[in-house]
């Protein structure tokens, strides 16, 4: 039986937009003011997200891993500490991207790059420290359904568009062996006609190949 993971689909979802936005920033054109305005757009609301992403760890996860691991609870604390230093960086660097007279746009655009995967570098260390570190200390001290309380609790203080906002931010970066796993629990969530509309609406963040892909592994026809 596969074990209860805190982290992992969230987490795939992050490196996935996070590695796509500095892909695109880097390549972006500096004389484009309107595309470096949606690319600095992009990077205040992943700075947005990923403090809230902090704080329902902080809030759903830690007070567990400060009971059983606090060793490992600690690291993440200290590691959050030098992330917000990261993101502090990031948000002051792209709030003022096009605001600079334009000989001066590519340097500007250059150090928002910079911030962005200075960012991204410590942000991969610490998904590290919570995937290998805080994660195996959890399955070695928790039960199923201790965890499983974690992820219901999580789950029950999101509305059902927080709720369709995690899922579309996850659900690209899966495999399609995840991605059909979640798309049978929308289909078993409620009434028919309603869980098909929500399955369209989640379906919606995918490429139209992998969309395709999803209703095949589940064996059910697109709207």
């Known amino acids: 039986m596969t074990k209860i993971d805190l982290y992992r689909n969230v987490h795939m979802g992050q490196r996935q937009r996070l590695f796509t936005l500095a892909i695109e920033l880097g390549s972006a054109d500096a004389d ?16 947005r997200e990923l403090r809230e992403h902090a704080e329902h760890e902080d809030s759903f996860i830690h007070p567990l891993l400060r009971e059983q691991a606090p060793a490992a609870a600690k690291a993440l604390d200290t590691e959050h500490e ?14 003022h ?8 746009r590519d340097q500007a655009q ?13 942000y991969l260390t610490h998904l590290d420290t919570e995937e290998t570190i805080a994660m195996p200390a ?26 369709m906002t995690d899922l579309q931010r996850m ?6 062996a995840s991605r059909a796993s979640i798309a049978r629990q ?17 379906t919606a963040a995918l490429a139209p190949a992998d969309r395709t892909r999803l209703y095949d592994d589940i064996d059910t026809p697109q709207a």
């Open 82 to 95: 030098h992330l917000e230093i990261a993101l502090d960086d990031l948000d002051a660097q792209a709030r």
């Open 186 to 202: 929308v289909l078993g969530a409620g009434p028919a006609t309603e869980a098909r509309h929500t399955l369209n609406q989640l």
């Open 32 to 47: 484009d003011t309107p595309e470096l305005s949606v690319l600095t757009g992009r990077c205040l609301d992943m700075t």
């Open 138 to 163: 959890l399955h070695e001290r928790c039960s199923d359904k201790e965890l499983q309380r974690v992820m219901h609790d999580f789950q029950a203080s999101r509305t059902p568009e927080q709720q």
């Open 97 to 104: 991207l096009t605001d600079v007279p334009p000989e001066q």
């Open 171 to 176: 659900l690209p970066a899966l495999p399609p």
């Open 110 to 122: 250059h150090r928002v790059y910079l911030a962005l995967n200075g960012l991204i570098s410590a």
